[in-house]
């Protein structure tokens, strides 16, 4: 990368094509590992915008997809997990019925932005959470 370009920039991961996140439709999985262990993150789309989070429910520490990439409940208004039922709020995370009312999924960063192949998504690493090396 070229010298000048901010940190966060240069580690931003391009995630998919953003005509891939279909409003309440199937997510995108990413591996990534948290302080040292393998876990998954995915982003959905809600309401036109692109969200991330840490697929691990708030409740017991069970990834939420029912299916590779479902995440949303048959409405397409909220993220489901498939083990025990929580529902969440796709633009906050927040948990809003189930066992962990009050809970909230990991946020991960999201920028969607024009790219030469096109508009593309992008999650762009904080913290102890980062992509898996391949």
Known sequence: MSTGMTEAVA??????????????GAGVRRAATLGGGDVVVFFVRYDGRAYGYLNRCAHVPMELDWAEGQFFES??????????????APDTGKCVGGPCR?????????????????????????????????
């Open 75 to 88: 409405s397409g208004l909220y993220l489901m997990c498939a083990t025990h039922g929580a529902i969440y």
């Open 11 to 24: 580690e931003a991961v391009r995630i998919c094509a953003s005509e891939e996140l279909v409003d309440g």
């Open 102 to 134: 009050g809970g909230r999924l990991r946020p991960v960063q999201v920028d969607e932005r024009d790219t030469p192949e096109g508009r593309a998504v992008f999650w762009l690493p904080d913290g102890e959470l980062r992509p898996a090396t391949p």
